[in-house]
């Protein structure tokens, strides 16, 4: 916008451009946008990191779950770890499970068994991992029996 005439040469100054501290403000305020607009796309990417790593393990999760229901846990023990590997779309998962007993009780034979049984709940906390970056945490419980003595006979 040109200056008008009647100004004087200190005014005309004024209407030749931005001044520095305008220039500053309209930095500032890019830069807050952009910086805004990152946070935006990075918290996107993190939700779809996320989202990947559960639909891998997702997948898997059966195979896992029977592989809890088919481990035997020696002598009941208080504590007991496993792990094992397994391989999906060419992709090598580690599983690694840790069982904590909660509790233990002596019990007659459930229906087709025979003797007195220790059955033992334990808290299944059960890890999987892809190389060493952890894809998913879960907890879970299993029941374990063991022949405690036979049949007691009358």
Do not use: C
Not at 100 to 112: F, K
């Amino acid at each position: 916008m040109p200056a008008p005439a009647h100004l004087t040469h200190q005014n005309r100054k004024r209407f030749g451009g931005f001044a520095l501290l305008e220039a500053l403000v309209a930095i500032v305020l890019v830069a807050g946008a952009g910086s805004a607009l990152f946070a935006l796309i990075n918290t996107g990417l993190q939700g779809l990191t996320r989202a990947e790593a559960h639909a891998m393990a997702a997948a898997i999760q059966p195979d896992v779950l029977a592989w809890i229901r088919h481990i035997e846990i020696p002598e009941l023990a208080e504590q007991h770890t496993a792990q094992f590997s397994i391989t999906r779309n060419g992709q090598d998962y580690q599983v690694n499970a840790t069982f904590d007993r909660m509790r233990a009780a002596t019990t007659r034979s459930p229906v087709g068994q025979q003797g007195i049984h220790l059955i033992a709940l334990y808290n299944v906390d059960v890890n999987i991992l892809e190389d060493t970056r952890l894809i998913d945490r879960y907890v879970t419980r299993k029941v374990e029996s063991l022949q405690y003595a036979p049949t007691p006979q009358f």
